[in-house]
């Protein structure tokens, strides 16, 4: 089946440097991304949608300039943490939606998580 | 906004059945999904209801939704240890794809 695969699965990093997850569909082409973050026992909340090719739409009280995605290709997105301080600490899981068929042509697919620890 | 909720925990022998409930908000919504996260790692789907659709049912697992209500719940069948878990529903509309997840329910499985 689909497969979304994020990397790094861990990383640790000091504050104030700058650290880049990806998220990277394996057997698709995934017209839309999606990041989300999800805090220690809690939800996980829609970071931002970015679409092949052009900019990302951030969700409202997600700094766009801190959390940079680039979405240059149908298989790859990232997400880049400029200057991460601790409370950047979190969970970040991506998706991507298929094209066209899957499960019910709507389907997303998730990636398995990246553990950012910042120190 | 759009808005999901869920009971925050549960606790069940193992063997019995478990029903984690759901409720939302927004009556667009095309599908509406039951994911499994176990500590430490990503999303697994479960299974996913057609906004249509009134029950659902994949071998362990009962879907049950009241559109009217706006309720739905995800009942599993002889409940076993190994079904201990964070259960997330979520519900997305074919318009925007995105998705919103509920608060997240706590499963405990005691032996």
């Known amino acids: 089946g689909a497969v979304v695969s994020q990397h790094p699965s861990w990383v640790i990093c000091k504050s104030g440097t700058s650290v880049k997850i990806e998220c990277r569909s394996l057997?698709?082409?995934?017209?839309?991304m999606f990041w989300y973050r999800q805090f220690p026992k809690q939800s996980l909340m829609l970071m931002a949608t970015?679409?092949?090719?052009?900019?990302?739409?951030?969700e409202q009280g997600v700094e766009k300039d801190k959390f940079l995605i680039n979405h240059a290709s149908l298989t790859l997105s990232t997400l880049t943490v400029t200057s991460a301080h601790p409370e950047d600490s979190s969970f970040y899981i991506c998706?991507?939606?298929?094209?066209?068929?899957?499960?019910?042509?709507?389907?997303?697919?998730f990636g398995e998580g990246s553990w950012l620890t910042v120190v | 906004g759009e808005d999901v909720e869920q009971s925050l925990f549960l606790s069940v022998r193992e063997g019995d059945s478990s029903v984690i409930n759901c409720t939302y908000t927004?009556?667009?919504?095309?599908?509406l999904y039951w994911y499994k996260q176990e500590p430490g790692a990503g999303l697994q789907l479960l299974t996913y209801?057609?906004?249509?659709?009134d029950m659902k049912q994949d071998q362990r697992l009962t879907v049950l939704l009241n559109k009217k209500d706006k309720h739905l719940s995800l009942r599993i069948a002889d409940t076993q240890t190994g079904d201990s878990a964070i259960y997330f529903c979520?519900?997305?509309?074919?318009?925007?794809?995105?998705?919103?997840f509920g608060t997240g329910t706590r499963l405990k499985v005691l032996a």
């Open positions: 998706s991507a939606r298929a094209g066209s068929g899957g499960l019910a042509g709507n389907t997303i697919y």
């Open positions: 057997d698709f082409q995934a017209t839309t």
């Open positions: 970015s679409n092949e090719g052009s900019k990302a739409t951030y």
């Open positions: 927004d009556s667009s919504s095309t599908y």
């Open positions: 209801i057609f906004s249509n659709m």
């Open positions: 979520a519900e997305t509309n074919s318009g925007t794809y995105k998705y919103i």
